[in-house]
């Protein structure tokens, strides 16, 4: 299952904190997964997000679009999209159990 890396920027903030429009997009993504269309996981500098890569893209449209929400005028986006095609079971946990496995050995 695809994983996407993401961060919103928004630029133009009246503060240099911006835990505020993290906290905006954190819902839309409690939505998504709530639907149980998504899982995600909030990090220090970025959001990883899995799921079907066309309920991705939407996902990804929605958070880029909520900064603008909240009287921002320019957001850059930073998207990585691990896609593999060849395991059937490429989730986060699970590139997380063969690194920690490998770790035991």
């Known amino acids: 299952?695809?994983?996407?890396?993401?961060t919103v920027i928004p630029i133009g903030t009246k503060t240099p904190s911006v835990s505020s429009y993290v906290a905006?997009?954190?819902k839309i993504l409690e939505k998504w997964a709530g639907e149980g269309k998504i899982t995600y996981e909030l990090t220090p500098m970025s959001t990883l997000i899995e799921g079907e890569l066309s309920i991705l893209f939407e996902v990804l449209q929605e958070i880029h679009e909520a900064p603008f929400q909240h009287e921002i005028a320019r957001?850059?986006?930073n998207i990585r999209i691990d896609d593999r095609r060849d395991h059937n079971d490429h989730s986060m946990q699970n590139k997380l159990a063969s690194?920690?496995?490998?770790l035991n050995e």
């Open 1 to 6: 299952m695809p994983i996407v890396d993401v």
């Open 24 to 26: 905006a997009i954190q």
């Open 75 to 77: 957001v850059a986006t």
């Open 99 to 102: 690194v920690q496995q490998k």
